[in-house]
């Protein structure tokens, strides 16, 4: 425990010296009061989580319109003094008629409720209320987040972790924003400084089923999102080697640059991965980074099989994201992002120069293979100096980059382009570009980061110069916590959440939570893919989204799926087929034998969405929709498969519920 105090202070407006036990009276109600709500609302809280373990007697949402919903709740503020009961009385309306994400039948969006430990944790970040810019202002939270980066790169299988960066962010569009302004400030590390140029040409490639917000990405970077390239996916959502290599071969002849390649570790619907481990060769040839957006499906780390199977490759890629807020099951929000090959690479992306022990003073000399001899510097690691593209080195100096196969690596700016070692910075070559550092300065937030007091490891745990956020909420405690609670193999599980989270679950824990699952998705398949009322879009799920149709009484006769198929059949050779020719090869099913048409086809995406506004109002179950237009798919049903609580026999009932709903259309 740290000491106590009790040392008399001075006030600071009449130098009078007072005890503090005199002078902390209101501080004091604060805790009293602390007290007070906890013996209220824990009760209250408990009670709502125990109605979750009855969901035939308990609805996932007693909907309202939003008019009703307005008169039904005393929106009202008080314009003199608030009371106790009517803080609770709004505690109670608030569960009541909110969303239950822990209800076993709720499956509508990509998380699903949150673990006891997550939600302990956030109380801990709140009553701290401290932020992770700075580890003067954060000195746990930023040892917990360095600490948990380093052991998902060694999760992940990466051959030398202590290469990897990275940091965590307020969800995975922050992160892929982030990411993708990284391989910006690689490929036009001018941007940042000087804005685009007409030569410059960019454009970035992302997989057809990516989600919208590497479209936000390229909207707020300045680029356009109309200078986005969608490369196709094949008949199971995801992005071929050969069709992304015809697409960089493309944009090259027509005078484009490439910015970077989007994969995607399970896409937004479908639920797909794209072979990571074969776009790899692809950007190495065309040295384009390559990030891979995992921020649904990326949490099969935890698992042995699932890893191997779905993320081969991921450690070759440049940056990697994945959100423990969805399926490791921490609260919302908490997510993180990864730098594979580049460890000072967040720092350029974020304004900030790349900073190590040697920062401020003169340049160190560099051995014949461009490594650093100077004390503080790891031995034998190469010399990044501007770090992901920042303008600026580690003491001020403008430069550029070289891709190539094996990396990215600065060079002078006023030198032409080599495949040699890095030159050392000079200190002339700093003199010569001061006014263009001066200005990429202006980012450093002299205020906040102080280099005259910073040096060594605490300076590297300043950890807002890898953010694009100053306050940061310390989100790697809950799967820190819940980690050292259930380990990587119990069944339930940011980075104090994480950290915590995961001291709590363990690795053994959170490996159960994704296999447990991935086992229910494929058991939801597979009984709709027997269901003559029911129809996959695609074959067996890669992942946890179970995307299928309902096919009303109506529509059975002339709908006749071949049994065990799927909506959508694979060519086999990473292309796509057309809906006719899809249908041809799935032959006769069940009903009256012949191949469904694209007009009984047409007809069953508005019947999906009926059901799901219907589904919406009866409140006993939640699973979305969303149609693919891209493959000539109309609405259907997604059921995201993530929710720890799910028992085979709510599956049954979402399926017969569904079918109930549905029977008149």
């Known amino acids: 425990m740290p000491p106590r105090c009790s040392s008399p202070v001075a006030s600071a407006h009449s130098g009078d010296v007072v005890q503090t036990s005199v002078s902390r009276k209101e501080h004091v109600a604060e805790v009293e009061e602390l007290d007070t709500l906890f013996q209220a609302v824990c ?3 408990r009670e709502y989580e125990m109605q979750n373990t009855k969901p035939d007697e308990v609805k996932v949402v007693e909907y309202k319109s939003p008019s009703d919903l307005a008169s039904t709740i005393d929106l009202s503020v008080p314009d003199g003094e608030g009371s106790l009961d009517a803080f609770l009385n709004g505690c109670r309306d608030t569960l009541a008629y909110s969303v239950r994400t822990s209800h076993p039948r709720f499956m509508n969006q990509l998380y699903a409720g949150s673990n006891p430990t ?28 360095r600490s948990l980066i380093a052991r998902v790169a060694e999760m992940i299988g990466h051959p030398n972790p202590s290469i990897c960066d990275g940091v965590f962010a307020p969800g995975g569009s922050h992160a892929n924003l982030t990411a993708v302004m990284t391989a910006r400030s690689v490929a036009f590390p001018h941007v940042a400084n000087e804005g685009w140029k007409p030569e410059d040409k960019p454009v970035l490639f992302a997989s057809a089923h990516s ?8 909207s707020i970077m300045g680029m356009g999102a109309a200078n986005i390239v969608q490369v196709p996916v094949d008949s199971e959502g995801r992005m071929r080697g050969p069709a992304l290599d015809a697409a960089l071969d493309a944009a090259v002849r027509a005078g484009r640059r490439p910015l970077a390649v989007v994969a995607v570790a399970g896409t937004t619907v479908l639920g797909a991965y794209d072979p990571v481990d074969e776009l790899v060769p692809v950007c190495r040839r065309h040295g384009v980074w390559l990030h891979v957006d995992g921020a649904w499906g990326g949490g099969v780390l935890f ?28 609260p919302l929000q908490c997510s993180m992002l990864m730098m594979m090959r580049d ?40 010399r990044r100096g501007l770090s992901s593209g920042c303008l600026l080195n580690g003491d001020g100096a403008a430069g550029s980059f070289v891709v190539d196969g094996g990396g990215v690596s600065p060079v002078d700016a006023g030198a032409p382009v080599s495949e040699t070692a890095e030159p050392a910075w000079s200190l002339e070559e700093q003199e010569a570009n001061a006014s263009q550092g001066q200005a990429a300065k202006s980012a450093e937030a002299e205020y906040l980061f102080h280099e005259e007091e910073e040096a060594g490891e605490e300076a590297d745990l300043d950890l807002g110069r890898r953010s694009l956020q100053c306050g940061r909420k310390p989100d790697a405690l809950k ?35 994704v296999d447990r699952a ?64 899809q249908q041809r090869a799935a032959g006769k099913g069940p009903g009256t034998g012949g191949p469904v048409s694209r007009a009984v086809l047409a007809r069953l995406g508005p019947v999906t969405a009926r059901i799901y506004a219907r589904l919406r109002r009866a409140g006993t179950a939640m699973i979305n929709f969303s149609p693919l237009p891209d493959m000539g798919l109309p609405n259907f049903f997604r059921a995201v498969i993530m929710q720890p609580q799910l028992l085979a026999a709510d599956l049954d009932f979402i399926l017969n519920e569904i079918d109930r709903l549905g029977q008149d259309l």
């Open 43 to 45: 009760p209250m809280i």
């Open 343 to 382: 460890p000072d690479a967040l720092t350029g992306a974020t304004g900030f120069a790349a900073h190590s022990s040697t920062q401020g003073s003169k340049p160190t000399a560099t051995n014949g293979e461009g490594v650093e001899e100077s004390k503080g510097v790891r031995p034998g690691k190469p």
């Open 479 to 513: 799967l820190w916590l819940a980690w050292k609670r259930h380990g990587t193999a119990g069944d339930k599980p940011d980075a104090l959440k994480l950290w915590l989270a995961w001291k709590r679950h363990g690795t053994a824990g959170f490996a159960r939570r």
């Open 518 to 581: 991935r086992a229910l998705a494929l058991r939801l398949a597979d009984k709709v893919a027997v269901d003559p009322r029911f129809a996959l879009v695609t074959g067996r799920p890669a992942g946890f989204c179970v995307c299928f149709y309902y096919i009303p009484p109506s529509l059975r006769a002339a709908a006749s799926l071949q049994s065990g198929g799927a909506a959508v059949s694979d060519r086999g050779d990473g292309g796509q087929m057309t809906w006719e020719a």
């Open 303 to 330: 698992s042995d099989e699932l890893r191997d199977q779905l993320l081969r490759g991921v450690t070759e890629a440049d940056s990697f994201c994945f959100n423990p807020h969805k399926l490791l099951g921490m």
């Open 211 to 218: 989600h919208y917000s590497i479209r936000q990405a390229a």
């Open 118 to 145: 997550g939600q302990v944790t956030e109380l801990l970040t709140s009553v701290l209320n401290s932020t992770v810019h700075t580890y003067a202002a954060g000195p746990v939270f930023s040892v917990v987040e």
